[in-house]
Antibody
């Protein structure tokens, strides 16, 4: 059974930093790209970042480019999202999502339960 | 690519058929369209990829169709458990989602 478990969410002030983690299990982690997708309160879904299966390439939404960094550790089946220069508009539930393919971003076939990030003074 | 979903809300009775629309601002080649179901308080669940390929474990009451700029999700024989928001997503370039259609049964 595929499982994705996020951690690291919380309350942070504008301009601050936070790192989210996602522990993956139930599939061959090193064979698939991974993504972060967020959902602001009461809003729709927004893709944030993608990292290919090997970790050699990353892709970002324009709204977070230069502020967020996605990374992975294939030896630990972990994916991370380092968030810096946080803004109020980054407030959202952040989902870790497995890509359907090795590279991407494409479609997201498994999702974690989400980590809530609140940016507020 | 902007995805426009309609209607915003669909209210139907059990056993009826729901027809959800997703229109893209430009052609989505290779039918790189996915559909997701999200129930309140839950993470999204993949239903359809490649415009018409059902994901593992998805009942055949859910079917996807379309090409070019016009895509559709059809839910047959509606059940109360189908109450959710349904999102379409394109993945031909920098993934984007539609704003969702809320289905009430």
């Amino acid at each position: 059974e595929v499982q994705l478990v996020e951690s690291g969410g919380g309350l942070v002030q504008p301009g601050g930093s936070l790192r989210l983690s996602c522990a993956a299990s139930g599939f061959t982690f090193s064979n698939y790209a991974m993504n972060w997708v967020r959902q602001a309160p009461g809003k729709g879904l927004e893709w944030v970042a993608n990292i290919v299966f090997s970790g050699e390439d990353t892709f970002y939404a324009s709204s977070v480019e230069g502020r967020f960094t996605i990374s992975r550790d294939n030896s630990r089946n972990m994916v991370y999202l380092q968030m810096s220069s946080l803004r109020v508009e980054d407030t959202a539930v952040y989902y870790c999502a497995k890509d359907g393919l090795k590279i991407g971003p494409y479609f997201f076939d498994y999702w974690g339960q989400g980590a809530r990030v609140t940016v507020s003074s | 690519i902007v995805l426009t979903q309609s209607p915003g809300t669909l209210s139907l009775s059990p056993g009826e058929t729901a027809a959800l629309s997703c229109r893209a601002s430009r052609t989505v080649s290779s039918n790189y369209i996915a559909w997701y179901q999200q129930k309140p308080g839950q993470a999204p669940r993949l239903l359809i990829s490649g415009a018409s390929n059902r994901a593992t474990g998805v009942p055949d009451r859910f079917s996807g169709s379309g090409s070019g700029t016009d895509f559709a999700l059809t839910i047959s024989r509606l059940e109360p458990d189908d109450c959710a928001v349904y999102y379409c997503q394109q993945y031909i370039i920098s993934p984007t989602f539609g704003h969702g259609t809320k289905v009430e049964v």
